[in-house]
């Protein structure tokens, strides 16, 4: 059963914009928390932004916002300025409770995750 699908990654060149979708179905639609995490080749995992509460990784803050339509089961990342270090696989997560300051950016924290979209940043 898909619970989380994300959609809108892609090629854009440095300074571009790209908007990433996350629908949740199932039981992921009760979720309180849901954060994008994002992870490049030879990296770990990272959060990047999260609402319940909202948070954001120090590395988007001012480029990205994250946002959510209760009706649509959807949640949005809006990404700004985009730099080559922003290249990865991005992914939406979703928790039954809400996050806190000292877990949104842990991954076990998530209970439902998708399958990613590819982000790349190049010109």
């Known amino acids: 059963e898909v619970q989380l699908v994300e959609s809108g990654g892609g090629l854009v060149q440095p300074g571009g914009s790209l908007r990433l979708t996350c629908r949740a179905s199932g039981s992921a639609m009760n979720s309180e928390c849901v954060g994008w995490f994002r992870q490049a080749p030879g990296k770990e995992r990272e959060g990047v932004a999260s609402?319940?509460?909202?948070f954001y990784a120090d590395s988007v803050k001012g480029r990205f916002t994250i946002s959510r339509d209760n009706a649509k089961s959807t949640v949005y990342l809006q990404m700004n300025s985009l730099k080559p270090e922003d290249t990865a696989m991005y992914y939406c997560?979703?928790?039954?409770?809400?996050?806190?300051?000292?877990?949104?950016?842990?991954?076990?924290?998530?209970?439902?995750w998708g399958q990613g979209t590819q982000v790349t940043v190049s010109s």
């Open positions: 609402i319940s509460n909202t």
């Open positions: 997560a979703a928790n039954v409770s809400h996050c806190y300051s000292g877990n949104w950016f842990r991954t076990w924290n998530y209970d439902y």
